[in-house]
């Protein structure tokens, strides 16, 4: 049985205090943004919880899909690396990036830098998409991080990516291995335009003819399961979870992760879906358990 931990938008706060040069453009709306809003959504005590509970379930693998960062600052990024050391090494930690990680050209440099051994492959070489082995799973992370024009939080994975994940997808095949796909941006979405996958169709096309076992993402901030059209009939779960670090009382859920217990082989995996999140009482408890696959 392999244990994977998914948590997804920890947006860490406090925000670094930022430049003056460093507020133009999009960052310069998104600072705005986190001041009158988000600064009271995104709680670090509530993180704390969160990244708490989950290291005591001691899972085989922690997947975090996106949004470290707010509006980019140099600053988070140093930040951010110190966070995910917080929740193990890179060779159990997997991260790939979201739109506010990407919010600006330069944070692609700066995510690079500092982050670079969390999302890379077994060979340590970094690109999307990339492939980590570990049991029998095979994560394959996925960069929809793209930046964009203030107001604007859509993702793009291009068609170069969508290449190279449809041969990574069908070369898996002949290995037994469950492929859990990491991206920041759902597939399937109620969230505004403004906010969508635009490349998403090309994505669904892609997973149909060649298949995955799960995907895990971010970006909306809700609890959320689609199923996607895979091979033959099959379907594939596509799992949301909120922001690690939600306060309750926002307009979106309050902060969870999930674990995923993945046992069996090709053709017969088991998955079971437990849900940890922020009780009324200010606690971290166990939520939902249910049968996700098998
Ligand atoms: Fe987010």
């Not at 931990?5 to 133009?24: F, G, K, M, Q, T």
């Not at 594939?236 to 082989?265: E, H, T």
Request: hydrophobic share 45%.
């Amino acid at each position: 049985m392999f244990k994977l931990a998914h948590l997804s938008d920890p947006h860490l706060a406090p925000l670094p205090a930022p430049r003056w040069s460093e507020l133009i453009n999009k960052r310069a709306t998104g600072y705005i943004n986190w001041q009158q809003r988000r600064r009271f959504i995104h709680d670090p005590a509530v993180l704390a919880a969160i990244v708490t509970n989950v290291n005591a379930q001691s899972p085989d693998h922690i997947a975090v899909t996106g949004d470290i960062a707010n509006i980019a600052l140099a600053a988070e990024f140093a930040k951010g690396r110190d966070w995910l050391e917080s929740l193990g090494s890179a060779r159990d930690v997997t991260f790939v990036p979201g739109n506010h990680d990407i919010y600006v050209r330069e944070a692609a440099r700066f995510a690079e830098r500092q982050w670079s051994a969390y999302m890379s492959d077994d060979d340590g070489v970094a690109g999307f998409p990339f492939v980590r082995r570990r049991g029998n799973v095979a994560l394959i992370g996925l960069s929809t991080g793209v930046p964009t024009a203030p107001f604007l939080a859509t993702g793009w994975l291009g068609a170069k990516q969508l290449a190279e994940l449809a041969a990574v997808l069908n070369g898996l095949k002949a290995e037994n291995v469950f492929r859990v796909v990491l991206i920041h941006h759902p597939p399937i979405s109620r969230a505004g335009r403004q906010k969508r996958l635009l490349d998403a169709p090309v994505l669904k096309r892609i997973i149909a003819a060649h298949g995955a076992d799960l995907l895990l993402h971010g970006h909306d901030h809700l609890h959320m399961i689609n199923w996607l059209d895979g091979p033959k009939g099959t379907r594939v779960p596509a799992v949301g979870v909120p922001s690690a670090s939600a306060a309750p009382g926002s307009d979106k859920d309050a902060a969870a992760y999930n674990i995923y217990r993945i046992d069996g082989a090709g053709g017969a995996w088991r998955c079971e879906l437990i849900s940890h999140g922020l009780a009324s009482s200010g606690e971290v408890a166990q939520q939902k358990r249910f049968t996700l696959i098998g």
